[in-house]
């Protein structure tokens, strides 16, 4: 059966992208570790647009969790023809105040299950000559940004990994794209640590998801939601990076409220 699976699918951006696919008729595989989540909203699509949703409940930043995702997508008898690679999570601080442990365990999840899952899945999309691919990056992929310097390196990653896959598998009719959202109304923030945005926070997941499906019918590469997230990272290319960054570090300093001495 041809499924579209869907990380990080039990709140946010991941549940839209749920919801809008399974009103266009598509069956969906919801993967997140919230299990009771997960279960009411494939029990509400599934009655809702007549469509076949399952789930599976799991860590995708444990060591080998995607290889066993893509072991129970097989011996389900699934055919993934779209994977949206959306789980992920930031943190914010200064970066000797973080946890470390959970900095690297945010690069098992944003960077190498991602990576891994694209791996495992574009194989088999491949031999079908057939396939979408969204990686959800962030428009932090686009320059560092200080009190959020792993999360944004990792975005950056998703981004330059993403648009050299979309490359090389034009030519098989596979269509690979970085979805770029800037700051979006969903429990990111709170995932993150933090009480309040230290910016504006300007888009809601609705918004964010539309124009990924978009972007995908267009063949895009990568697509910035937002006009003013557009104009923001078109603008940062035209001067110098050390002062992007140093502007992007003082609005962090002041919206996370932290002093330097
Ligand atoms: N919101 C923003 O401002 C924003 C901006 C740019 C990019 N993004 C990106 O958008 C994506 C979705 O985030 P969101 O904004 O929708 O935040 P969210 O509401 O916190 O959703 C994150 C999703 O990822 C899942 N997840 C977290 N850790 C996981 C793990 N270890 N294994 C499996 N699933 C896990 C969460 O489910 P469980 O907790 O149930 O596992 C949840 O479904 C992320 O990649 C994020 O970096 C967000």
Same mark, same amino acid.
Request: glycine residues 10%.
């Given at each position: 059966?041809?499924?579209?699976?869907?990380?990080?699918?039990?709140?946010?951006i991941g549940e839209v992208f749920a919801r809008r696919l399974a009103a266009r008729g598509e069956n969906v595989v919801l993967v997140a570790r919230s299990e009771e989540k997960l279960n009411a909203l494939c029990n509400e699509l599934g009655r809702a647009h007549n469509i076949n949703c399952q789930t599976i409940a799991l860590d995708l930043s444990e060591a080998g969790a995607a290889r066993r995702l893509f072991a129970e997508t097989e011996r389900r008898g699934l055919e993934v023809d779209t994977l949206v690679n959306n789980a992920g999570f930031g943190s914010m601080g200064d970066f000797l105040s973080l946890d470390v442990e959970r900095e690297l365990n945010m690069i098992d999840l944003n960077v190498k299950s991602l990576v891994e899952l694209t791996y495992l899945y574009l194989a088999a999309m491949r031999k079908r000559r057939r396939g979408h691919i969204v990686n959800?990056?962030?428009?932090?992929?686009?320059q560092p940004v200080p009190y959020m310097a792993t999360y944004a390196a990792t975005k950056a990653f998703v981004l330059s990994f993403t648009e050299a896959l979309w490359d090389e598998?034009?030519?098989?009719?596979?269509?690979?794209?970085?979805?770029?959202?800037? @700051?979006?109304?969903?429990?990111?923030?709170? !995932?993150?640590?933090? =009480?309040?945005?230290?910016?504006?926070? @300007?888009?809601?997941?609705?918004d964010v998801? !539309?124009?990924?499906? =978009?972007?995908?019918?267009?063949?895009?590469?990568?697509?910035?939601?937002?006009?003013?997230?557009?104009?923001?990272t078109q603008a940062e290319r035209l001067v110098p990076r050390s002062l992007v960054t140093r502007i992007a570090g003082k609005g962090m300093r002041s919206g996370l409220n932290i002093k330097t001495d």
């Open positions: 059966m041809k499924v579209t699976l869907i990380t990080g699918a039990s709140s946010g959800v990056a962030s428009t932090a992929a686009f598998n034009r030519a098989y009719n596979i269509r690979v794209m970085a979805l770029c959202p800037g @700051a979006t109304e969903t429990n990111f923030f709170s !995932a993150a640590g933090v =009480r309040k945005p230290p910016f504006r926070v @300007a888009q809601t997941a609705e998801v !539309a124009t990924a499906l =978009r972007g995908l019918d267009r063949g895009k590469g990568h697509i910035i939601s937002g006009w003013l997230n557009y104009v923001q």
